[in-house]
T-cell receptor, first 115, second 118 residues
Framework: EPEVTQTPSHQVTQMGQEVILRCVPI?????FYWYRQILGQKVEFLVS??????SEKSEIFDDQFSVERPDGSNFTLKIRSTKLEDSAMYFC?????WGSGNTIYFGEGSWLTVV | AQTVTQSQPEMSVQEAETVTLSCTYD???????LFWYKQPPSRQMILVIR??????QNATENRFSVNFQKAAKSFSLKISDSQLGDAAMYFC???????????????FGTGTLLAVQP
């Protein structure tokens, strides 16, 4: 079964450093997402992306964050000048189409630790 | 804004028994979708079951079924013949139907941690 893949599975970074989290969505999917889960808390939406532009973003997704689809397969989340509170599991997800009739499939997550 | 509430932080069930996880939500929309996701210790988010709000029939996937009460805005998950592999965090989630440019995001509850006792 096709799946969303994410790298790295775990990254430790110094506060103030830049981090890039990478994702390969399911190949025929058109909509891509990033979600975040701080340890012990619920999963929160960050951003959705379609046709090479952001279609929706949450209040969490401020200027510190950016997303990009640098080629036909990868989808990245960049976090500039990381803060301690950015420590979380970051999930990439994708869906075939817009609309809640289409299931959102999640990757296994990238665990980011900021020290 | 839509909200999802899971009032049971933790639940426990004996292997082979049945357990029901509760979820309520608040929305002014009439068309939407509801989901249950499972997050095992590996932390991957795995779709368990989904329900379309316009369907009266409750969704079923093997040992997993839902009790969808639209008027009460309730969406509970029943796990029958519980197995050790069912032990996980279970998240209820809401998603708008997406018409007219409405949001496409999933809104999650806080989760219920299910333990399965051998």
């Amino acid at each position: 079964e096709p799946e969303v893949t994410q790298t790295p599975s775990h990254q430790v970074t110094q506060m103030g450093q830049e981090v890039i989290l990478r994702c390969v969505p399911i190949s025929n999917h058109l909509y891509f997402y990033w979600y975040r889960q701080i340890l012990g808390q619920k999963v929160e939406f960050l951003v959705s992306f379609y046709n090479n532009e952001i279609s929706e973003k949450s209040e969490i997704f401020d200027d510190q964050f950016s997303v990009e689809r640098p080629d036909g397969s990868n989808f990245t989340l960049k976090i500039r000048s990381t803060k301690l509170e950015d420590s979380a599991m970051y999930f990439c997800a994708s869906s075939e189409q817009w609309g809640s009739g289409n299931t959102i499939y999640f990757g296994e997550g990238s665990w980011l630790t900021v020290v | 804004a839509q909200t999802v509430t899971q009032s049971q932080p933790e639940m426990s069930v004996q292997e082979a028994e049945t357990v029901t996880l509760s979820c309520t939500y608040d929305t002014s929309e009439s068309d939407y979708y509801l989901f249950w996701y499972k997050q095992p210790p590996s932390r991957q988010m795995i779709l368990v079951i989904r329900q379309e709000a316009y369907k009266q029939q409750n969704a079923t996937e093997n040992r997993f079924s839902v009790n969808f009460q639209k008027a009460a805005k309730s969406f509970s998950l029943k796990i029958s013949d519980s197995q050790l592999g069912d032990a996980a965090m279970y998240f209820c989630a809401y998603r708008s139907a997406g018409y007219g440019g409405a949001t496409n995001k999933l809104i999650f509850g806080t989760g219920t941690l299910l333990a399965v006792q051998p």
